[in-house]
């Protein structure tokens, strides 16, 4: 009887022994380190913010007589987009500060006039990147409005699984989710030279502080 006892003990230990191994493996990765779900990060969509342009002119070289309006593919007048992270979402809708709104008001005029400007066939001049000054006609730019959710860019990355011990999961900004200094890290102005009479099919001389920009 106590040799029977010893031997169920043994082959409880075994077991016991054997369970143990399996849970630290399924732990394990297949680099050899131990898998956690602590701050796991959930990226969410940023949104774009979008102007549309009227009255934009093209003519052929030389010929202002022939003006006409110009338009996209589909009939529509230029549209431009940014995709904005939250951060730049709540600047936009808030207007302010002020510095940093007119910043990303400028990236979105810079990304409108640079769809005007694709919209005009080569060999035509345009007055897309005419600023009004009382004396010169130019384009109407319509306040920026906020446009759909786009994938495009990060709207912000929220952390969750805070770990058992030691200090809780930090969210980062919706600037650091996309690889970016916020607001006062660096420069934020923007936008080259404007001017008329540029021909379609070349370079703008505009263009958006960051890479986000989307024309549709």
Known sequence: MRSMSASFRL??????GALAFGLIGSGVG??????????????LEGTDWCMQMSGALMWPEGQPELAELVLTDSGTV???????????????????????YAALV??????????????????YAHNCLEIEDGEVSAPLLTKEYEGESNPECVGSCN?????PFGRPC?????WECN??????????GGGG????????????????VHDRGLVR
């Open 179 to 188: 690889d970016e200094d916020p607001p006062g890290a660096g420069e934020t």
């Open 193 to 208: 030279e404007t001017g008329g009479g540029e021909t379609g099919g070349g370079t703008t001389g505009v263009g958006p």
């Open 106 to 123: 400028a990236e979105v005029d810079s990304e409108t006039r640079s769809a005007c400007v694709a919209a005009v066939p080569d060999g």
């Open 30 to 43: 297949s680099g050899g380190c131990l898998v956690n779900d602590y701050c796991i990060g959930f990226p």
């Open 11 to 16: 082959r409880s230990l075994v077991l016991l």
């Open 170 to 174: 930090e969210d980062p900004n919706p």
């Open 78 to 100: 230029p549209k431009g987009c940014v995709c904005m992270n939250d951060g730049e979402f709540e600047i936009l809708a808030d207007e302010g500060p002020a510095e940093h």
């Open 159 to 163: 952390q969750a699984g805070d770990p």
